[in-house]
């Protein structure tokens, strides 16, 4: 079966990095456009970054510049990587197959001030 699995979070400073994997089952990430979404407490879940199997992105206006979405096929793992952290990007980070209802457990992140 499809499996998705988040690592790298943690706890960092404002203007900290941090990169996020998501270790993939199978040809998943090369045959399909993922993404990255993340949910504070008490909010929706938003979507922060997309890929394609083709490699078009897209980001949320507040990461652009700051995050970077990027895969490796033959790890079959999709990565976020995030630079200049601010504490509103806190939250816990999750793998998406953008065609279906199929998530990771999720990451946290927290950026402390």
């Known amino acids: 079966q499809v499996q998705l699995v988040e690592s790298g979070g943690g706890l960092v400073q404002a203007g900290g990095s941090l990169r996020l994997s998501c270790a993939a089952s199978?040809?998943?990430?090369?045959?399909?456009?993922m993404g990255w979404y993340r949910q504070a407490p008490g909010k929706q879940r938003e979507l922060v970054a997309t890929?394609?199997?083709?490699?078009?992105?897209n980001y949320v206006d507040s990461v652009k510049g700051r995050f970077t979405i990027f895969r490796d096929n033959a790890k079959n793992t999709v990565y976020l990587q995030m630079n200049s952290l601010k504490p509103e990007d806190t939250a816990v980070y999750f793998c998406?197959?953008?065609?279906?209802?199929?998530w990771g457990k999720g990451t946290l992140v927290t950026v402390s001030s």
């Open positions: 199978g040809s998943i990430v090369s045959i399909n456009a």
């Open positions: 998406k197959i953008l065609q279906m209802d199929f």
């Open positions: 890929i394609t199997s083709g490699g078009s992105t």
